[in-house]
């Protein structure tokens, strides 16, 4: 029996892959930082991504380079893919909102909907679970949501003022940007052709009630590759994944 919802789904996305990594180095010396590996899994993050957005019923993917661009097309072109893969370069610096429309008009399917993903995120959820979220809503952009835990210890407290526990790096109290989209058709023609879309295009659309956030399940992995420390943790953390 077919799926009624499935049609709705994305299966095409953009992985927006061009920045600098300047706190990744001397990590991204020599590579863009989707290329760095995380120690013990022999993949890159953007290896990774492709895999899992293939997994996702994703077919296309637009790749949005900038920094160290050809690194990451002669991986592209030697590594064993499964799904097809289009590369773009900005000619000159169009901020996040500017390379996401420039990426976008790239894909095949100009009148279906898209997911697009930051190139540091490593994680694992089901985009179509956000996919179908996303429709339900009416939704015109919707953003993985997730909760990080928090680079330090915290202590909790009795009304008295005394200590009853310590929590090391407990979960964030408050939700934040994943780095993670589904995006209807039209979004593509609200972003600027320059600049950021997070302080231009999203808050127009939490105004008018037409953004919506998919808080990513509980137990689902999930972090965003900034520093060394986070290649460390994130070693130590699929490490015990998949024990």
Same mark, same amino acid.
């Given at each position: 029996?077919?799926?009624?919802?499935?049609?709705?789904?994305?299966?095409?996305? =953009? =992985?927006?892959?061009?920045?600098? %990594?300047?706190?990744? #180095?001397? +990590?991204?010396?020599?590579?863009?930082?989707?290329? =760095?590996?995380?120690?013990?899994?022999?993949?890159?993050?953007?290896?990774?991504?492709?895999?899992?957005?293939?997994?996702?019923?994703?077919?296309?993917?637009?790749?949005?380079?900038?920094?160290?661009?050809?690194?990451?097309?002669?991986?592209?072109?030697?590594?064993?893919?499964?799904?097809?893969?289009?590369?773009?370069?900005?000619?000159?610096?169009?901020?996040? %909102?500017?390379?996401?429309? +420039?990426?976008?008009?790239?894909?095949?399917?100009?009148? #279906?909907?898209? +997911?697009?993903? &930051?190139?540091?995120?490593?994680?694992?959820?089901?985009?179509?679970?956000?996919?179908?979220?996303?429709?339900?809503?009416?939704?015109?952009?919707?953003?993985?949501?997730? #909760?990080?835990?928090?680079?330090?210890?915290?202590?909790?407290?009795? %009304?008295?003022?005394?200590?009853?526990?310590?929590?090391?790096?407990?979960?964030?109290? =408050?939700?934040?940007?994943?780095?993670? +989209?589904?995006?209807?058709?039209?979004?593509?023609?609200?972003?600027?052709?320059?600049?950021?879309?997070?302080?231009?295009?999203?808050?127009?659309?939490?105004?008018?009630?037409?953004?919506?956030?998919?808080?990513?399940?509980?137990?689902?992995?999930?972090?965003?590759?900034?520093?060394?420390?986070?290649?460390?943790?994130?070693?130590?953390?699929?490490?015990?994944? &998949?024990?």
């Amino acid at each position: 029996m077919t799926d009624p919802s499935a049609a709705s789904r994305p299966v095409q996305a =953009v =992985v927006l892959a061009g920045g600098q %990594g300047s706190r990744l #180095r001397p +990590y991204t010396d020599d590579r863009p930082k989707p290329m =760095v590996e995380i120690p013990g899994t022999g993949t890159p993050i953007i290896g990774h991504q492709l895999s899992w957005l293939a997994e996702e019923g994703v077919t296309d993917v637009v790749v949005s380079c900038g920094h160290l661009a050809e690194v990451l097309q002669k991986w592209l072109e030697s590594a064993d893919l499964p799904l097809s893969v289009t590369t773009v370069v900005e000619t000159e610096p169009l901020g996040r %909102g500017g390379g996401l429309k +420039y990426a976008a008009a790239r894909l095949p399917h100009p009148d #279906r909907p898209w +997911y697009a993903t &930051n190139g540091d995120i490593w994680t694992r959820f089901s985009l179509r679970d956000m996919a179908d979220f996303h429709t339900e809503r009416d939704a015109v952009a919707t953003l993985a949501l997730a #909760r990080p835990r928090l680079p330090w210890g915290a202590v909790q407290t009795d %009304g008295f003022g005394h200590i009853t526990d310590f929590i090391e790096a407990p979960p964030s109290t =408050v939700e934040i940007n994943a780095g993670v +989209y589904v995006f209807s058709p039209g979004f593509a023609d609200l972003l600027p052709e320059r600049g950021d879309h997070e302080r231009t295009t999203f808050p127009r659309l939490a105004r008018e009630r037409r953004l919506a956030g998919f808080p990513i399940p509980q137990g689902s992995y999930w972090r965003a590759i900034d520093t060394a420390k986070d290649l460390t943790e994130a070693s130590k953390e699929l490490a015990s994944q &998949n024990r």
